[in-house]
Nanobody, 125 residues
């Protein structure tokens, strides 16, 4: 069993930056693919970014955040990050991290096994 806790959310002006953290406990996540998802009010949950296990050699981003967001992992800390730059009001959502036991990044939430509670990100115009 893996427990995930997100942090780093908050209120920021458009054009600003935030770095989200996802701290894992219960077991190492070194071998797990990890993903970030978000859900805005009244909208379905959507994939944001994913990173493969071990060295995190492969990453994948939603088109809406490509070149603005960066996912990374620190295996020594059992933590993944989401660096968000050039934030836009449409990035406002609850951001959640998730683990995927089976190797390979997926855009589909149902492929992920463990989820955190999420952290609120609000971008003002």
């Amino acid at each position: 069993q893996v427990q995930l806790v997100e942090s780093g959310g908050g209120l920021v002006q458009a054009g600003g930056s935030l770095r989200l953290s996802c701290d894992a406990s219960g077991r190492t996540i070194i071998d797990y693919t990890m993903g970030w998802f978000r859900q805005a009010p009244g909208k379905e949950r959507e994939f944001v970014a994913g990173i493969t296990g071990w060295t995190g050699r492969s990453t994948y981003y939603a088109d809406s955040v490509k070149d603005r967001f960066t996912i990374s992992r620190d295996n020594a800390k059992n933590t993944i990050y989401l660096q968000m730059d050039s934030l836009k009001p449409e990035d406002t959502a609850i951001y959640s991290c998730a683990t995927k036991v089976v190797a390979g990044i997926s855009r589909w939430a149902e492929d992920y096994n463990y989820w955190g509670q999420g952290t609120q990100v609000t971008v003002s115009s």
